[in-house]
Nanobody, 126 residues
Framework: QVQLEESGGDSVQSGGSLRLSCTAS????????MAWFRQAPGKEREGVAG???????KYADSVKGRFTLSQDKAKNTLYLQMNNLKAEDTAVYFC????????????????????WGQGTQVTVSS
């Protein structure tokens, strides 16, 4: 089993920045690549950013140029730096890990991921 714990969510004003962290623990040898998803009230959970089997980064169009992934493999931690935040970025952000790393086309597909964190709330006020 793999446990994922997110942190870093907060309330910020539009244009502000946050950095989310996701740390994996447990049997991390069974988990492949990790990704970030988010879910706004009344909406489906959507992929935000993630890593493919060749460590290529993929971003949702809505966050390109504003959000950046980074990883500390020694700490089993994935980060999401979020800059120039907008009100529409308000959501619960979830970290996810796959049992096998996805191809690039599947990085933001929710069904590919097996392990999920509890989520961290990001609220952006305009």
């Amino acid at each position: 089993q793999v446990q994922l714990e997110e942190s870093g969510g907060d309330s910020v004003q539009s244009g502000g920045s946050l950095r989310l962290s996701c740390t994996a623990s447990g049997d991390t040898s069974t988990s492949g690549c990790m990704a970030w998803f988010r879910q706004a009230p009344g909406k489906e959970r959507e992929g935000v950013a993630g890593l493919s089997m060749y460590s290529a980064q993929k971003y949702a169009d809505s966050v390109k140029g504003r959000f950046t992934l980074s990883q500390d493999k020694a700490k089993n931690t994935l980060y999401l730096q979020m800059n120039n935040l907008k009100a529409e970025d308000t959501a619960v952000y979830f970290c996810a890990a796959a049992k096998r790393c996805p191809a690039y086309a599947l990085v933001l597909k929710r069904d590919w991921y097996y392990y999920w964190g509890q989520g961290t709330q990001v609220t952006v006020s305009s």
